[in-house]
Nanobody, 123 residues
Framework: VQLQASGGGLVQAGGSLRLSCVAS????????MGWFRQASGKEREFVAN????????YHADSVKGRFTISRDNDKNTVYLQMNSLRPEDTAVYYC?????????????????WGQGTQVTVSS
């Protein structure tokens, strides 16, 4: 499967963005999906994930209540709605797919990655 992330940009603190990740090559419904981010000079960090049907989601404490992951399998797309953005949310955001039965928060559990989209939050 190939993943294409988009929707990043420059936004002021308190603003909102919605990231999209479109899958091609195989049906998105076959994969457990996640969003990660990587700030300059830091390790890649888990943001959120969602199961195959969209019935179960998990968000990192740092984004809980502000970000929401969702998916539309008919459109082969996963979303990350980001509200109340903060300067510390500035990073390159990546979507990732896993075919494993047990998937957590480690990047090593994800098998396919998109190219990343830059999110910059100004204070």
């Amino acid at each position: 499967v190939q993943l294409q992330a988009s929707g990043g940009g420059l936004v002021q603190a308190g603003g909102s963005l919605r990231l999209s990740c479109v899958a091609s090559g195989r049906a998105l419904s076959r994969y457990f999906m996640g969003w990660f981010r990587q700030a300059s000079g830091k390790e890649r960090e888990f943001v959120a994930n969602i199961d195959w049907s969209g019935g179960s989601t998990y968000h990192a404490d740092s984004v809980k209540g502000r970000f929401t992951i969702s998916r539309d399998n008919d459109k082969n797309t996963v979303y990350l709605q980001m509200n109340s953005l903060r300067p510390e949310d500035t990073a390159v955001y990546y979507c990732a797919a896993s075919w494993r039965l047990r998937v957590g928060r480690s990047p090593s559990q994800y098998d396919y990655w998109g190219q990343g989209t830059q999110v910059t939050v100004s204070s």
